[in-house]
C-alpha cells in the first residue's frame, strides 16, 4: 500500500503564488509517475500535471501550461507543484496521484493512489 499526503494549500488572491507538496509512504521502492488532478463541485476531477519517475518528462493541461511546475525529489519521495500566477479559476481541490507506469499519463485511471485533497482557493 501506499500513502499520500498533499499540504500547502490555502487562499491567496489573483496573481499570487502557492506551493504543493505531496509525501508518498509505504511501498514506494519502485519507479513510479506522479499526476495533480483538481476538482470543483460538481465538476470531474481533471488531469493538471503529471511527472515521469525521473522526472525528465512532465506533461501539463493547457490551462496551466507556463504558470504552473511540477517537480519531485525521490530521495524524499515528494512530488511539488508550483503554481504561479494563479487566477480565480484555479480555485479547486487539489489531488495527488501515483502510477506504477513509469510513463506519465493524463488519464485518471492510470493512477492507483491518491491523497486526501488540499483546498487552493483564488480570490479576485
Known amino acids: 500500500q501506499v500513502q499520500l499526503v498533499e499540504s500547502g494549500g490555502g487562499l491567496v488572491q489573483a496573481g499570487g503564488s502557492l506551493r504543493l507538496s505531496c509525501a508518498a509512504s509505504g511501498r514506494t521502492f519502485s519507479s513510479y509517475s506522479m499526476g495533480w488532478f483538481r476538482q470543483t463541485p460538481g465538476k470531474e476531477r481533471e488531469f493538471v500535471a503529471a511527472i515521469s519517475w525521473s522526472g525528465g518528462r512532465t506533461y501539463y493541461a493547457d490551462s496551466v501550461k507556463g504558470r504552473f511546475t511540477i517537480s519531485r525529489n525521490n530521495a524524499k519521495n515528494t512530488v511539488y507543484l508550483q503554481m504561479n500566477s494563479l487566477k480565480p479559476e484555479d480555485t479547486a481541490v487539489y489531488y495527488c496521484?501515483?502510477?506504477?507506469?513509469?510513463?506519465?499519463?493524463?488519464?485518471?485511471?492510470?493512477?492507483?493512489?491518491w491523497g486526501q485533497g488540499t483546498q487552493v482557493t483564488v480570490s479576485s
Open positions: 496521484a501515483l502510477s506504477w507506469n513509469i510513463i506519465p499519463t493524463y488519464l485518471i485511471s492510470n493512477y492507483e493512489y
